[in-house]
C-alpha cells in the first residue's frame, strides 16, 4: 500500500482537537467570567447532575478527563461546597462525589448558557446535520476505545 501524504489540516486526530478547542475555549471563557468555573468542573457538575454520585474512577470513564484532571476539579468543586465526598460503601480507599443543593442551584443556573453556546456553535448545520455529526462522533469514539482495547 502506497503511503499519501500526510496533510494535518485533513488529519481527523488534529481536526477533532482543534474544533474540541475552539469550543472549549468559548464556553470556557463564559463559565469562567460568570461562574469561575473551568470546563472540567463543569463537566464534573454535568455528569453528577445527570448521573448521580458517581465515583472518580466512574467519572473518569464517563467524561474521558484523566483522574488528575477529575481530582483537580472535584478538589475546586468541594472547596466550593458545590460536590460532597461520601465513603464508598464496598471500597475504603474510594470516594463517591456528590452534587450538593448549591451545585444543583449551579447547575440550573448555568445549563440554559450551555444550550445556547451549543446553538450557536451548530447554528450552520440543519438538524439533520447535527444528528448526524453527534452520532459520527459517537461511532469515532467507540472505534478508538475499541482499537485501544487492543493495544
Known sequence: MAFTKLA???YLPYRLSVASNAVSS??????DSLYALKVPE????WVLNEDGPSTQQALV?????DKVTIS???QA???RRLITR?????????????LTVEGQRLFDDVSPSAVEYEKEVLAGLSPEEIQTLKDLLRRVEDA???AQSKT
Open 8 to 10: 494535518l489540516d485533513n
Open 26 to 31: 468559548l464556553i470556557s471563557t463564559a463559565y
Open 42 to 45: 463543569w463537566r464534573l457538575i
Open 61 to 65: 470513564k464517563r467524561t474521558g478527563m
Open 72 to 74: 483537580r476539579a472535584a
Open 77 to 79: 468543586l468541594a472547596k
Open 86 to 98: 461520601a465513603p464508598h460503601e464496598h471500597d475504603g480507599r474510594s470516594h463517591h462525589l456528590i
Open 144 to 146: 478508538a476505545i475499541k
